[in-house]
């Protein structure tokens, strides 16, 4: 899986169903769920709506499977509500920077 060649990496999603991963990400996580990644940093993001009763859901399952799997979430995730603003785009990058500097750390 391409993922063993990173030293990091920054997962997305929207949330589906009732606060639920989509389909399409069941696949991926399966193949993740074979990779060693115990210390390896990463952070997620998604997109949701909030009028639903678990405001991307998806995003915090994903995060709790990542810590299950012993992997280090480097900041607390980024939720966004349908597309991202001008102001969103922003954290966004910010996101990723923040990223890159504690990796930096880590290193
Ligand atoms: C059937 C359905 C179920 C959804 N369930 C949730 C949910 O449980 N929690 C949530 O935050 N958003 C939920 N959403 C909203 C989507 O995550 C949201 O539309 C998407 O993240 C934003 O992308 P879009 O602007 O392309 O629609 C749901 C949307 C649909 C259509």
């Known amino acids: 899986m391409l993922l063993k060649k990173y030293d990091a ?3 997305g999603t929207y949330t589906w169903g009732d ?4 389909d399409e990400f069941l696949d991926f996580l ?9 210390g390896v940093v990463t952070s997620v993001f998604g997109s949701g709506d909030s009028t639903y009763r678990l405001f991307c859901g998806a995003v915090d399952e ?3 499977k ?3 799997w012993g ?3 480097a900041q607390e995730s980024l939720k966004v509500e349908f597309g991202p603003t001008k102001e969103e785009k922003q954290l966004c990058r910010e996101f990723g920077e923040k990223m890159v500097a504690r ?3 880590v290193k």
């Open 9 to 11: 990496f920054i997962l």
């Open 30 to 38: 399966d193949e993740m769920e074979e990779l060693e990644l115990k």
């Open 103 to 105: 990796l930096n750390v």
């Open 62 to 64: 994903l995060e709790a």
């Open 66 to 68: 990542l810590q299950g």
């Open 19 to 22: 606060g639920e991963l989509p």
């Open 71 to 73: 992997a280090v979430i």
